[in-house]
């Protein structure tokens, strides 16, 4: 077998390409691996509730609720929209996609405060979070109603 | 600047040189995107799953608040600079310290309007981070941004 590190008759060490090819080859070979799984982390931004001034002209809007149950169901302006066993909320995204392109064409900002049940998962606001996201929709706030 | 080696005979050669370029430059390409997205995170609280969510803006001054959440006694944990905070009262007192820090540029990012980031557990309640909300409007900060991750 010929050894790792080549010597040449003179006794200079010689470098030797192909063992740093194959090393840089493996290297890579595990980047590239882990770059398909890693995991990013986002953001889903919100406002909270603050004082308006009131020295200009005040703009009114039409305020949507989404309320989230405790089991997890999900309801817009008091309509169910999504039951708890639903991840994909296809129908909450239409309609608040649908809602955010009448605000639009209205000039008039879609503004939307996510109201939960104290005792529901934090899981399913984002979850609500993330269908607003989807709508394009950035004027959020999240509420929870007061406990008994 | 010769693109490809050629022998003496007009037949084309293997170039060692131009390839080993080419796999360091692809080498440091995926080690970049490998190691910048490394979750500076507390590693006992689980993020919730948002694939539509906005990358994170890196560029914010901010002040970020864990929320552990313990699953035997049912309780959250609010953890800001690795310190764990029982009273959310401290909590916003710790907040508004991080503010004033950024303000004076103790802490300040090249954005200077100053957030709080919210780092939910997937399992805690509506209400242990609404409390974490309470801690920032008590601080005075009305930016918030809550945590999550594109997979699981």
């Known amino acids: 077998m010929k050894p790792f590190i080549a010597q040449h008759r003179d006794g200079d060490i010689g470098f030797q390409i192909a063992p740093m090819i194959d090393v840089v080859f493996v290297i890579m070979l595990f980047f590239m691996v882990m770059a398909g799984s890693v995991k990013v982390e986002k953001e889903l931004n919100s406002q909270l509730p603050g004082n308006a001034e009131t020295s200009g002209a005040t703009e009114f809007v039409d305020e949507q609720v989404i309320t989230i149950t405790e089991a997890g169901e999900i309801s817009l302006n008091d309509e169910p929209l999504s039951p708890p066993e639903d991840r994909t909320m296809d129908r909450l995204k239409g309609t608040l996609t649908r809602l955010k392109e009448a605000g639009d064409q209205a000039k008039s900002p879609t503004l939307v405060t996510v109201v939960s049940e104290p005792a529901a998962k934090y899981s399913r606001t984002i979850d609500v979070l993330d269908a607003l996201a989807v709508a394009g929709i950035t004027n959020v706030t999240f509420t929870v109603t007061e406990e008994d | ?152």
């Open chain 2, 1 to 152: 600047m010769a693109g490809g080696g050629g022998g003496g005979e007009g037949e084309p050669e293997f170039q060692i040189a131009p390839m080993i370029d080419v796999l360091l430059v692809l080498l440091i390409f995926f080690m970049s995107i490998t190691s910048a997205q490394v979750l500076k995170v507390d590693k006992s609280v689980t993020l919730p799953l948002a694939p539509d969510a906005i990358k994170r803006d890196n560029t914010r001054s901010e002040a970020i608040v864990n929320v552990r959440w313990d699953m035997k006694t049912q309780k959250p944990a609010y953890i800001m600079d690795d310190r764990v905070y029982p009273e959310v009262a401290d909590l916003s007192k710790a907040i508004a310290d991080t503010k004033k820090g950024s303000a004076a540029g103790a802490t300040r990012g090249p954005n200077p309007s100053f957030r709080v980031v919210i780092r939910g557990d997937r399992d805690a309640t509506a209400m242990s981070i609404s409390r974490a909300m309470n801690a920032a409007a008590e601080a005075g900060v009305s930016d918030i941004s809550f945590s999550a991750v594109n997979k699981d």
